[in-house]
């Protein structure tokens, strides 16, 4: 079945570590997201690409860094340079057209810094 | 003032109650969405929509574009739809402008 594989799904982390979470989609989509998720707030934009070899900052880009080498892989690595990297991250990807585009997303990466 | 606000913030139902939930936007939009994300944290999309109404099952969404509104009501509420709905817009740019999210409980 088509869908959004984020792994792992929890991630413990010492502070002065990178991690990369990973983000595979066979849905075939340009456009793929993440975001983070504090406990009672929305989702914040950290990085997009609507296609492959480009990516654009989010609202929130400082201390993480992606790469979009593939169309079906969007990984992002949270940096030591990350004040509050506890959170919930998401990837979602969509189709890049307009009027067309339903939002998909994998079940979300727990990362929590010890 | 947020791009995208819903009320009420948390709702607590009995089950079998019918339930509104309202979004607010201020940006022009390509398209709005209505996103379901249970306690475990995984989001799924509920609905997607330009103008118009749509239904699925017990599910009924609004949106009316002049005024910048659209509405999602559960009918025949039952304890499984306890969520947090999110509505989303896609801006004219292409990404995605959430709202705060409705904390729904449907108590038994």
């Known amino acids: 079945d088509g869908g959004i594989t984020q792994s792992p799904k929890y991630l413990f982390r010492k502070e002065g570590q990178n991690v990369t979470l990973s983000c595979e989609q066979n849905l075939n989509h340009d456009a793929m997201y993440w975001y983070r998720q504090d406990p009672g707030q929305g989702l914040r934009l950290i990085y997009y690409?609507?296609?492959?070899?480009?990516?654009q900052k989010g609202d929130i880009a400082e201390g993480y860094s992606v790469s979009r080498e593939k169309k079906e892989s969007f990984p992002l690595t949270v940096t030591s340079a990350q004040k509050n990297p506890t959170a919930f991250y998401l990837c979602?990807?969509?189709?890049?057209?307009?009027?067309?585009?339903?939002?998909?997303f994998g079940e979300g990466s727990r990362l929590t810094v010890l | 003032k947020n791009e995208v606000e819903q009320s009420p913030q948390n709702l607590t139902a009995q089950e079998g109650e019918f339930i509104t939930i309202n979004c607010s936007y201020s940006?022009?939009?390509?398209?709005l969405h209505w996103l379901q994300q249970h306690p475990g944290g995984g989001i799924v999309s509920l609905f997607m929509?330009?103008?118009g109404k749509k239904k699925h099952g017990r599910l009924i969404a609004t949106i009316n574009i002049q005024e910048k509104h659209s509405s999602l009501h559960i009918t025949a509420s039952h304890p499984r739809d306890s969520a947090v709905y999110i509505c989303a817009v896609r801006n004219y740019g292409q990404n995605f402008v959430f709202g705060p999210g409705t904390r729904l409980s449907v108590l038994p």
């Open positions: 940006v022009g939009i390509s398209a």
């Open positions: 929509l330009s103008s």
């Open positions: 979602a990807s969509s189709e890049r057209g307009q009027n067309t585009g339903e939002l998909f």
């Open positions: 690409s609507q296609i492959v070899n480009d990516f």
